[in-house]
């Protein structure tokens, strides 16, 4: 077992490491000279791509996730409404879908039971799946129309990890393939989010190479009760992914929120020294954004909140009010997530392990959940 885990000290230390392969080994293949999208993979014909009036992205936990992001960059690129629901709520609530929706189912494994009686329901209804998954051959893929494989290799960790980066690079490839075959807004922007999403393994290389400074934060946080974690736009699934990583691995309460919402009620849990992570969007573009968030750290900050701040190279504005900052490099906004994920898994793995949990197989989960 030491062996498989090529000197790492455990599955999910390896698999973190393995990341910026992993999304180069999603994107292969897949990007042409020119920066097309070549997704003939997909299998289903353009003429019907065309016609979708709707996207559905079911999934569970951290796939789950990614579905949450890819509503961002379908909606954007692509103008076609989407939404995203977990799959254990979804045929429940009696849908509304037809032939013009696509469904995206996501999943890992591939075997998640929830997802695939979504997706069974979605078929029923006459509607188009498409699966994004990580496992060849498993139920998922089989029982879809269409399959974009994620090529993360095995994933063994029971809390995902590259499977997730992998998941938000086959959901990005997916929106501006939809966007690419529609003609909507495809242009100059569209080439250079396809540019950087070419380059997007060196960024995450990038955030791995300076992860001690993480790990020493997260050591140091090992006997806190409570971790918060704040995001907006495509920051704030990430906040959800960075608290449901502490929760699996770690066994502390940790909880997400919007930003925006901490007026609404997340802010009465403030007290003097509580950590709180905040993923703090570009300030290059959506600066609104960037500005309202910088308010909000200083509101927790001046109510006694350790703030550990995620922020893109050169924002030195949070510095006056980051108790401790952590930079990701420079990206178009809605590729982010790829990159400000990183350090949240790292700082949830080194806690786990300071708390004297076994990291890779938490108590009370399974990698693949098969029943409903
Ligand atoms: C389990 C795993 C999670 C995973 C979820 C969905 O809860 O512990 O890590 O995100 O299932 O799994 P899937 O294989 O469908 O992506």
Not at 168 to 188: E, F, I, P, S
Not at 213 to 218: C, D, E, M
Not at 273 to 280: E, N, S
Request: charged share 20%; aromatic share 4%; net charge negative.
């Amino acid at each position: 077992a030491a062996a498989e885990k090529g000197g790492h000290a455990s599955f999910m230390h390896k698999e973190i490491a393995e990341q910026p392969r992993a999304v180069a080994d999603t994107l292969l293949g897949r990007i042409g000279a020119d920066g097309e999208l070549l997704l003939d993979e997909l299998r289903i014909p353009a003429a019907e791509l065309r016609e979708v009036d709707k996207v559905v992205v079911v999934a569970c936990g951290t796939a789950f996730h990614a579905g949450l992001i890819a509503k961002y960059a379908i909606e954007h690129w692509t103008r076609i409404p989407c939404e995203v629901e977990p799959a254990s709520e979804f045929r429940h609530r009696d849908p509304i879908l037809d032939a013009r929706t696509l469904v995206v189912a996501v999943s890992q494994s591939g075997e998640t039971m929830d997802t695939l009686m979504a997706l069974r329901h979605a078929r029923e209804q006459g509607s188009r799946v498409l699966a994004i998954c990580n496992t060849n051959g498993s139920t998922i893929p089989r029982e879809s129309d269409a399959v974009l494989y994620t090529h993360a290799g095995p994933e063994v960790a029971v809390a995902s990890t590259k499977a997730f980066l992998t998941q938000l690079v086959a959901c990005y490839l997916v929106a501006l393939y939809l966007g690419q075959v529609r003609g909507t807004k495809w242009g100059d922007e569209i080439q250079g989010v396809v540019r950087d999403l070419a380059g997007i393994a060196g960024a995450v290389e990038r955030v791995l190479a300076d992860m001690e400074p993480v790990r020493a934060l997260a050591r140091s946080l090992a006997g806190a009760g409570t971790v918060l974690f704040l995001g907006r736009h495509v920051g704030y699934p990430v906040a959800l992914e960075g608290a449901l990583k502490l929760k699996e691995l770690a066994y502390m309460h940790a909880e997400g929120f919007a930003a925006g919402e901490l007026k609404h009620g997340p802010i009465a849990l403030v007290e003097e020294g509580l950590p709180v992570v905040v993923v703090v969007p570009s300030p290059r573009g959506r600066s609104v954004l960037h500005d309202k968030i910088v308010s909000n750290i200083q509101e927790i900050r001046a109510r006694g909140a350790r703030t550990i701040v995620i922020a893109e190279e050169g924002d030195e504005t949070v510095l006056p009010c980051a108790d401790h900052v952590v930079w990701v490099p420079v990206t178009p906004t809605l590729l982010q997530p790829l990159v400000t994920t990183v350090p949240l898994q790292v700082f949830a793995c080194e806690l786990a392990v300071a708390r004297g949990n076994e990291v890779d197989q938490p108590r009370n989960l399974a990698k693949s959940v098969t029943v409903e």
